[in-house]
């Protein structure tokens, strides 16, 4: 069974840092490319950052260059979201995804003072 375990959220001031992991099981992690996505409160799924499975390129949306950074360990078999100078828009679920349509259960990531 696929499992993706999203941790590592919580409350933070504007400005603070979080670092988000997902943990995963039941697939070939080291040969998959994986995404993190999020839903703010009210609004659509916004697709943040992909990595490829070797880890050599990364790709980020626009308002989260550099200030986000994926990345991965494929001998543990998990990915993580490292979030700096964290701002109030940046309130949501964060998910972690792989491109055969595998989900984690999200973890909330509030910023706010």
């Known amino acids: 069974e696929v499992q993706l375990v999203e941790s590592g959220g919580g409350i933070v001031q504007p400005g603070g840092s979080l670092r988000l992991s997902c943990a995963a099981s039941g697939f070939a992690f080291s040969g998959h490319h994986m995404s993190w996505v999020r839903q703010a409160p009210g609004k659509g799924l916004e697709w943040v950052s992909d990595?490829?499975?070797?880890?050599?390129?990364?790709y980020y949306t626009d308002s989260v260059k550099g200030r986000f950074t994926i990345s991965r360990d494929n001998a543990k078999n998990t990915l993580y979201l490292q979030m700096n100078s964290l701002k109030p828009e940046d309130t949501a679920v964060y998910y972690c995804a792989n491109y055969v349509g595998h989900w984690g259960q999200g973890t909330q990531v509030t910023v706010s003072s």
């Open positions: 990595i490829k499975n070797n880890g050599d390129e990364t």
